[in-house]
Each structure stands twice: as structure tokens, then as C-alpha cells.
């Protein structure tokens, strides 16, 4: 963790530092700390074998524990822990249960976050393309991009009133910005996705402003595009 370069390794030097939530949050350039406590619930049962209940905390977790066994390095020791504790994640995160609780969570969060009406670039996607990922390897998968005052969110929230999606969008990100500067900066935010390969050409079935990316990925394109980070659900996997 101390040389791991991902999202979760910059949490763990910071809780190494003593820094508080707030100040992670803000060294990471991220207004909100919530997601500070879910890489700490990862950490916990990387290093200490306390395991999360969560659904989407166990599949974050399985993936790095299964980064971690593919090291030749590790001791017969090491590798008996992390494929044990595997095991049980694995079956944790088909807790059914436990999995539409989480869900009506985030759909709650993301009623919260709409109903505030800021001016941003808006980031979503499905629960099913949180569960089962379009790139497993990386992580990535689907995730609608838009700004706020266009109509393509509009058309997307919508789209779940009637038969046309499955099941209901989860809000993960706003990336806000003055209003004025929306077009613009929608328009820039596509061309790096793009320009990154996180490309929606390999999704034409989905619609055009479905990208497979992360948000990890699109905090950094808004960080360099000046837009404040405002996390509403954190998916926790990074791309590594």
C-alpha cells in the first residue's frame, strides 16, 4: 500500500499521516470525504482480514485481492489469507439482500444530489454495469457523460419512467461548473475520453454518450478542466 499508486494506496499514506477525511479529500482535490471511508473498509480487509458486508466494497475488494495473487513473490502464508478471504468475499457480494439495500442507498444519494439542480457535468450509469463490469481487467465500464442543462440527462432520467432502461441510474459524480462554461467544457470532457480510448465506439449499442471509463478517469479530467469533484456514489474500483 505504500507504494501502491491507485486511489486506495493515496488513502492509506494519508491515513498513515494521520490526516483526516476532509484532508484527504483535499489533497486529492475531491469536495466530499465520503469516499474516504469506503477505501478504509478496503484497507481493513486487505490488512487486517475485517471483511465488508457491502456488495460493491466485496467486488472491489475481490479484485484486488485477485491483483495480489497473481504475485510470484507472495509466501504459501500470504496466498492461503488472501485466497481464503476471496472465497468469502466472493460470496458475500451475491448477497441478495444485501445488494437491494445497497442500491435503493445510492438511488437515494442520487435524488439528494438532483434535487440540488447544479450546474455540472453529470456522470452515470447502471447498477448492472457496476456489478458486472464492460472491462474487468481495468474496471471500466459504462458511464453516461452530460451536462446538466442539456437534454441529455433530461432524456436519461426519463428513459427510466418508461421501459426503455432496465432498471434505475445511479448518479456517481457532478463535476460543477459556472453554468456558462457547460457546452464547452461537455464538449472537452468528450474529446479526452475519447482521446484516452475510453471510447464510446465500442458501445454504439448503448447511445452516444455512453463512455467505458471510470471515475477515477473522470475526476482527473475534471481536475485538469478546473471543475470541483463532488462524489456521489463512489464506485471504489480504479483502473489500474
Known amino acids: 500500500m505504500q507504494a501502491d499508486e491507485s486511489r486506495l494506496g493515496a488513502v492509506y499514506r494519508g491515513l498513515q499521516r494521520d490526516l483526516t477525511a476532509d484532508k484527504i479529500a483535499a489533497e486529492l482535490q475531491i469536495e466530499t470525504s465520503n469516499f474516504v471511508w469506503n477505501y478504509k473498509q478496503t484497507l481493513k480487509a486487505l490488512l487486517e482480514g475485517d471483511l465488508p458486508a457491502k456488495p460493491s466494497v466485496t467486488l472491489s475488494v475481490s479484485r484486488k485481492f485477485r491483483t495480489l495473487l497473481k504475485n510470484d513473490s507472495l509466501s504459501p502464508a500470504a496466498r492461503r489469507y488472501l485466497q481464503t478471504n476471496l472465497t468469502e468475499l466472493e460470496r458475500r457480494s451475491n448477497d441478495t439482500a444485501a445488494r437491494v439495500a445497497e442500491a435503493q442507498e445510492a438511488h437515494e444519494q442520487t435524488e439528494k444530489a438532483e434535487s440540488r439542480n447544479d450546474f455540472g457535468i453529470y456522470a452515470y ?93 473522470l475526476d482527473e479530467v475534471a481536475r485538469v478542466l478546473d471543475l470541483t469533484v463532488v462524489v456521489v456514489n463512489e464506485t471504489i474500483v480504479d483502473d489500474d
Open 125 to 217: 450509469t447502471l447498477p448492472h454495469y457496476l456489478r458486472y463490469r464492460f472491462d474487468p481487467e481495468t474496471g471500466r465500464t459504462l458511464m453516461k457523460v452530460g451536462r446538466s442543462d442539456s437534454d441529455i440527462i433530461q432524456r436519461f432520467r426519463a428513459q427510466t419512467r418508461t421501459t426503455a432502461l432496465p432498471e434505475e441510474p445511479i448518479l456517481l459524480r457532478i463535476y460543477k461548473t459556472d453554468g456558462r462554461l457547460n457546452a464547452e467544457t461537455e464538449s472537452k470532457f468528450h474529446r479526452l475520453l475519447k482521446a484516452a480510448d475510453h471510447t464510446r465506439s465500442v458501445a454504439r449499442m448503448a447511445g452516444r454518450e455512453w463512455f467505458v471509463t471510470s471515475t477515477k478517469f
